[in-house]
């Protein structure tokens, strides 16, 4: 795999194939997500981030004949969405659902197991990972109750769990043993496994400033993205934990901004997406 060094290497048309693709939202943007429909392949949706109560939600998609994005869709969202999340039914059979968090301590991000759709993941302010049980009807289309009960916790520091709150969380694509976590202001991410709860099974600490996304890959277990405030995007291959992870296999870096996310391709793992500033740039590996 190959990564490309800069956003302003591939912005001629002649090329049969680009390398990156750009869009340019009408608000700065902190969260996104791919589609995971293999018919809407290039379709990603994208949170506003507007310091007040009025934020945005908007569903792009790319034009493969024109090389160009648009905007399909645009809707309120009550402040800033912390995660957006499309349902994981890559055969269509239920509704075109998309889901939304938004900034409502304690919970500061969640993630739904794809290998087990019982379990989903949460993260807190009190650095807290907790996997829910979830029992529910099997019927989508109508109202069904919820309920869950804790499976287990995941201690995910060695600092006073008061300040220094958890800010994203990712489980692993193809192994659900495995999380991927990060907290607030930190370099580094922390891997866990759910069957050893108190103890880091590796640390991924080559960002320069703090990290603001994570990702699995959705084809491999053993590889994993990371974006952050100093304008980086990391690759990670992981197959050799325990024994420590010294450096990613790929770099990227966005030269007009940090990265405040990164998402990997859920139908077609050799595209990534990142968001900084304004922008939202989807990259070929």
Not at 223 to 229: E, F, P, R, Y
Request: hydrophobic share 35%.
């Amino acid at each position: 795999m190959s990564m490309p060094h800069s956003s302003s290497s591939t912005t001629s048309s002649s090329t049969k194939r680009k390398e990156i693709y750009k869009y340019q939202a009408p608000w700065p943007l902190y969260s996104m997500n791919w589609s995971v429909r293999p018919d809407k392949r290039f379709r990603l949706a994208l949170g506003s981030f507007v310091e007040e109560y009025n934020n945005k939600v908007q569903i792009i998609s790319l034009d493969e004949e024109t090389s160009e994005f648009s905007a399909k869709s645009t809707f309120d969202h009550p402040y800033p969405t912390t995660k957006i999340m499309w349902i994981p039914d890559s055969k269509g059979v239920y509704p075109d659902l998309l889901a939304t968090s938004d900034f409502c301590a304690p919970l500061t991000s969640f993630d739904w197991n794809e290998v087990d759709p019982n379990l989903i993941g949460t993260s807190s302010i009190d650095t807290t990972c907790t996997i829910w049980g979830l029992e529910t009807g099997q019927v989508l289309g109508r109202v069904n109750e919820v309920s869950g009960h804790v499976k287990t916790q995941l201690i995910a520091h060695d600092k006073d769990p008061q300040h220094t709150p958890l800010l994203r969380l990712a489980w692993n694509k193809q192994d659900p043993n495995y999380l991927a976590t990060v907290a607030m202001d930190a370099c580094e991410v922390i891997i866990l496994d759910v069957r050893v709860p108190c103890t880091p099974v590796a640390r991924l600490n080559n960002h320069r400033a703090c990290v603001n996304g994570i990702a699995w890959a959705p084809h491999s277990s053993c590889h994993i993205c990371t974006a952050g405030d100093d304008h980086q995007a990391l690759i990670w291959d992981i197959q050799q934990m325990p024994r420590a992870i010294e450096d990613p296999i790929l770099a990227y870096t966005a030269a007009e901004g940090e990265v405040n996310q990164i998402q990997w391709g859920a139908t077609q793992p050799d595209w990534i997406a990142i968001c900084y500033n304004r922008h939202t740039e989807i990259l070929r590996v």
